[in-house]
């Protein structure tokens, strides 16, 4: 095998480490999300993102380059996308179980599988669509085993619309990391998704204040553990790997929010959830090693 060659897999290896190790960091969200409480949906957002932007625009500013305008549309666009995701996502909450909101979240890869080849080019391989199958599954036997039902149907219509921003966000993320160094670009989601939120939030009459000391935590948490060290992990990673398998491995939050729960609420884990945990972990084996058969056609 060439240098290059070498230095590619390691890249790949390296970057399949950090979408994972971010992953699981976004474990955090949903419980954070929760003791965010009184604070509305949008502000969450706001918040969320104001804690994070002087330490991503820092990060961003080191690593900028010159021009790169078209990669910096698509990060825009990418926060766009990210709002309509948060917002959903934290609105889904208020009407649906955390289980149930999650589960349909995590549909967010087989969309970005599909858009991959129905617009995009990408030819899959037959082992990636086992694995994409088998992560899909565990996500399915998580939800159910926490509690996942159908309920009234605007929570789960929220939370399945968020998951194909979702999937709108991670593609048009990748397209920006195809020229963007990992800090320029999510410092142009953070700062379009602090505007957006803000902007929002104020026309939808939310309050900004007035919070309890425990909801301003889980604010900085949100800003700090998750949408800087969680996304910056996950941004850089998706600059080394397909974007379709960097979906697939971000189904490792909800095992992560199994296990958070465990470790700090004392949470029993069944064994049916050891099955759910154990099929998505199979689903992004097998789509590691599954690349693309040929790369997705350039815009």
């Known amino acids: 095998m060439s240098a290059g060659g070498t230095e590619r897999e390691a890249g790949g290896t390296r970057g399949l480490a950090a979408v994972l190790l971010g992953a699981a960091l976004l474990g955090f969200a949903a419980m954070l999300v929760r003791w965010s409480a009184p604070a ?20 961003g500013w080191r690593a900028r380059r010159q021009g790169m305008a078209a990669a910096r549309g698509w990060a825009l666009v990418a926060g ?9 996502w934290h609105t889904s909450l208020e009407y649906t179980s955390a289980a149930n909101s999650t589960l349909l979240v995590g549909l967010a890869p087989l969309w970005v599988a599909a858009i991959s080849v129905l617009w995009l080019g990408t030819r899959l391989r037959k082992r990636f669509w086992l694995g994409l199958a088998f992560a899909l599954a565990g996500g399915l036997v998580l939800g159910l085993a926490k509690g996942a039902r159908w309920g009234t149907g605007r929570g789960e219509l929220l939370a399945a619309l968020a998951s194909l921003a979702y999937a709108c966000f991670t593609l ?12 320029e670009a999510l410092a142009w989601v953070v700062l379009c998704c ?25 604010l900085a948490a ?32 909800p095992v992560a929010t199994v296990g958070l729960g465990w470790v700090l609420l004392g949470e029993a884990v069944r064994p049916v959830q050891g ?24 815009a």
């Open 80 to 88: 766009l996308c990210f709002i309509a995701d948060l917002w959903m």
């Open 222 to 253: 949100l800003g700090l553990v998750v949408q800087v060290a969680a996304w910056w992990l996950i941004t850089w990673g998706l600059g080394h790997v397909p974007t379709n398998l960097g979906a697939v491995t971000l189904m490792v939050q």
């Open 40 to 59: 509305g949906p949008l502000v969450i957002g706001f918040y969320r993102m104001a804690f994070a932007l002087p330490f991503v625009a820092w990060m």
């Open 172 to 183: 048009a993320l990748g397209k920006a990391r195809r020229d963007l160094a990992a800090p």
């Open 194 to 218: 602090t505007a957006g939120f803000g902007l929002l939030g104020r026309a939808g009459g939310e309050s900004f204040h007035g919070f309890p000391p425990h909801a301003w935590l889980s």
């Open 275 to 298: 099955v759910g945990i154990l099929l998505v972990l199979a689903g992004i084996a097998l789509s590691a090693f599954s690349p693309p058969a040929r790369p997705a056609t350039r």
